[in-house]
């Protein structure tokens, strides 16, 4: 599962929120495309290797430490067209993945350990403002199984929520094609700035950015209205 993944087909517009942030259902909003990156635990480079502490498959955590101390990211990066003559806007959802515990109280396939779990803990919008998950909370846990893996696809499914038949027709399922050049396909579809949420909006006292590298700035979206 490691790897840049394109989503291609979804069963439904819950299926969509299941990874999403569910801004597309704004007015005058649609969904461009949406990625779902899952990175590999970084190696610490140079010095002596760090003996490896040996954990039983049934003890296994899903995620270990936190950021420094090397974990599985994740990223997913929605691209929202707004209607008008408005630029796209990539939303970032990060945080960690990895698989629930094996054992008696696993919530994943025993045999398998096809439960993918997401955890997000970053959620900004393309304006740098902060996107709370839907119990208004700043981190959200999103539970997956890994229904098919292979070179080139990858297919994600999630039970329907409790009350709604369980059979295939309710599941919610997302498919995604591998991506070779995650930046490229960034670039068309102009989305490739650099994230500047942490940097000072404006340029000056008339509110316009600079013309130099990284002026670029936003207009305000449907769901910037704080009056």
Same mark, same amino acid.
């Given at each position: 599962?490691?790897?840049?993944?394109?989503? =291609?087909?979804?069963?439904?517009? *819950? %299926?969509?929120?299941?990874?999403?942030?569910?801004?597309?259902?704004?007015? @005058?909003?649609?969904?461009?495309?949406?990625?779902?990156?899952?990175?590999?635990? /970084?190696?610490?480079?140079?010095?002596?290797?760090?003996?490896?502490?040996?954990?039983?498959?049934?003890?296994?955590?899903?995620?270990?430490?936190?950021?420094?101390?090397?974990?599985?990211? %994740?990223?997913?990066?929605?691209?929202?067209?707004?209607?008008?003559?408005?630029?796209? =806007?990539?939303?970032?959802?990060?945080?960690?993945?990895?698989?629930?515990?094996?054992?008696?109280?696993?919530?994943?396939?025993?045999?398998?350990?096809?439960?993918?779990?997401?955890?997000?803990?970053?959620?900004?919008?393309?304006?740098?403002?902060?996107?709370?998950? /839907?119990?208004?909370?700043?981190?959200?846990?999103?539970?997956?199984?890994?229904?098919?893996?292979?070179?080139?696809?990858?297919?994600?499914?999630?039970?329907?929520?409790?009350?709604?038949?369980?059979?295939?027709? %309710?599941?919610?399922?997302?498919?995604?094609?591998?991506?070779?050049?995650?930046?490229? *396909?960034?670039?068309?579809?102009? =989305?490739?700035?650099?994230?500047?949420?942490?940097?000072?909006?404006?340029?000056?006292?008339?509110?316009?950015?600079? *013309?130099? *590298?990284?002026?670029?700035? @936003?207009?305000?979206? /449907?769901?910037?209205?704080?009056?």
């Amino acid at each position: 599962v490691v790897g840049d993944w394109r989503l =291609v087909w979804c069963s439904s517009d *819950e %299926a969509l929120c299941a990874v999403g942030s569910g801004l597309h259902k704004l007015p @005058l909003t649609v969904m461009e495309d949406l990625f779902l990156s899952l990175r590999p635990q /970084p190696t610490s480079s140079g010095g002596a290797k760090k003996k490896k502490k040996k954990v039983a498959a049934k003890t296994r955590p899903i995620i270990g430490g936190g950021a420094a101390g090397g974990v599985e990211t %994740a990223e997913c990066a929605e691209v929202l067209r707004i209607i008008g003559p408005f630029p796209n =806007v990539r939303n970032t959802l990060a945080g960690q993945w990895g698989f629930p515990l094996y054992g008696a109280e696993a919530e994943a396939d025993v045999a398998t350990g096809s439960g993918l779990e997401l955890i997000y803990d970053t959620m900004i919008d393309g304006n740098g403002g902060v996107i709370k998950a /839907p119990d208004g909370s700043d981190r959200r846990k999103v539970k997956l199984d890994v229904t098919c893996v292979g070179s080139d696809c990858l297919v994600l499914t999630q039970p329907p929520p409790s009350g709604a038949q369980a059979d295939y027709e %309710a599941l919610f399922t997302l498919v995604f094609k591998r991506v070779e050049d995650l930046e490229e *396909e960034f670039r068309r579809l102009r =989305v490739d700035r650099p994230d500047d949420w942490n940097e000072p909006k404006g340029g000056g006292d008339d509110g316009v950015e600079g *013309e130099g *590298e990284g002026g670029f700035s @936003l207009p305000k979206m /449907p769901w910037d209205n704080k009056a």
